[in-house]
Structure formats: structure tokens, C-alpha cells
């Protein structure tokens, strides 16, 4: 995960409900300082020092008391099936999405997304799996005017990333159980066993045609994969929250106009 250490993102790790500030706890100059780095050289020995770092008693006397949780990576892209190519801004687990100027509700897309820890090209389904560093979420909002069409927003309302980065060999996305919430109500609940499979195939179908770099992330909708209701508008001061075994929670308060 990533927090704010005087203004600056800081790498952390979440430890027993807390977060740790891993760069100080692994205490060699050369670890990286921030998730962007931890993903793009997570090559050698550095996850195994994280992971030992992280086992040694003394890991408690790092805690960072009252950490403010940043969006645990800014991916080098971000790229999705159902969203358009375009520069999106990056919000953090419990920061505010703001309501779109002329917005008459939003529309909700819950995401899984993979983040790729390694250069690839021409991969085939089978081994996209091998160049994930983890796995994180994605609450994506799409702004609807009162006739139900979209908006003609110039800027389109920021992504929520969060709460953290979960690396591929601590999770099974293909076993894992999303729910999406709202103001406390569930809204839906499945398995994502098919929707971790086209995202590894989204994977491997980019690699075909470009060769993709460590930090570039894929997000899926679990919307084919999730029986429930997901029809239901978004309305100005609501509470989403996207819950995921082995990540956790990604809460988003939605502002008003």
C-alpha cells in the first residue's frame, strides 16, 4: 500500500490492521521507497527482504499511527475493455469523488485490476499469469444526465484505486468473492473465477501487439460474473464501498453538486 509521509507517497505494508513504513523496516538504502519502484524492480531478493523485514519482532516499533492512505499505485497505464482511452485522475481509499457538473446520477463499475510487474510481448493466456505482480481495485464512475445519456463532461470523474496491492502469490483472483456495497445495503455479491480468466486474456491479447511494461495495469468489470442488482443510480453523497476477500475494503464517498 501507499500512505503520505509530509506530503510525499511512502511505500508501507499492512501489517496485523496497521500500516508499517516498509523502506524504514527493511532498513537498506537501496529498497524501494514507493510502490512504483517496489513494482518495477521487484526482481532478486527485494520481496523476500519485504517478507522477512515484515517476521522480525521488532516490525511493531514502525508502525505509522494515523497513516492517510493514498491509491496504493499509479499505474503506468490503466486499461479496461468498457472505458475509453483517456487521461484519468487517481483518487485514494476514502477520498471523495466529486459530483460531475451537470450530472443527474452516476453509474457504478467495479473493477478488478492486475498489475504487471515485468516487461512482456507475445505472451500466450497460459503464462500471463507470470508477469502479475498483484492485484488491487478499481471503483470507476460514468456520469449520466437527467434524460439517462451520458454527460458531455471535458473531464471525466477520477478513478478510485485502493485500498492495496495484493502480490499474485498471496491471492487466488480466480477463487476470490467481490461484494459492492452502498450506504451500508449490499447491492451484489459472486465469485470473479471467470472474470480473473478474461482479465488474464486481456493480458496476453495486448502483449500480442505491443510489448507491455512493469507498472501497466488491466481492469475487468465483475459485472458478467456477479448476480445481483447494479442498475441502481449512484446519487450525490453516497457511500460505495468494494469489498474483496484478501484485498479488503475500497470506500468511496461520492460529493455533492
Known sequence: ????????????????????????????????????????????????????????????????????????????????????????????????????????????????????????????????????????????????????????EPERAPVAIGPCVVTADEIDPHMMTVTVRVDGEDWVKGNLNGVARSLLAAVAHASRYEELRAGDAFASSPYGGLEGRLEQRIWPGAEVELVAEGIGTLRSRIGRP
Open 1 to 152: 500500500m501507499s500512505f503520505d509521509r509530509r506530503g510525499h507517497r511512502r511505500l508501507g505494508a499492512l501489517l496485523g490492521g496497521v500500516v508499517v513504513d516498509l523502506p524504514d523496516l527493511v532498513g537498506h538504502p537501496a529498497f524501494p521507497t514507493t510502490m512504483e519502484a517496489l513494482v518495477s524492480g521487484n526482481g532478486g531478493t527485494v520481496l523476500d527482504a519485504a517478507r522477512a523485514a515484515l517476521d522480525r519482532d521488532e516490525a511493531d516499533n514502525f508502525v505509522v499511527p494515523g497513516a492517510r492512505l493514498l491509491a496504493p499505485v499509479l499505474p503506468a497505464s490503466l486499461r479496461s475493455p468498457d472505458a475509453p482511452d483517456a487521461v484519468r485522475r487517481v483518487v485514494g481509499p476514502g477520498d471523495e469523488i466529486p459530483w460531475p457538473a451537470g450530472a443527474g446520477w452516476l453509474d457504478y463499475e467495479p473493477k478488478i485490476v492486475a498489475v504487471l510487474g515485468r516487461a512482456a510481448h507475445a505472451l500466450g493466456t497460459d503464462d500471463a499469469g507470470r508477469v502479475v505482480f498483484g492485484y488491487t481495485l478499481v471503483s470507476d464512475f460514468a456520469a449520466r444526465d437527467a434524460n439517462g445519456d451520458p454527460t458531455p
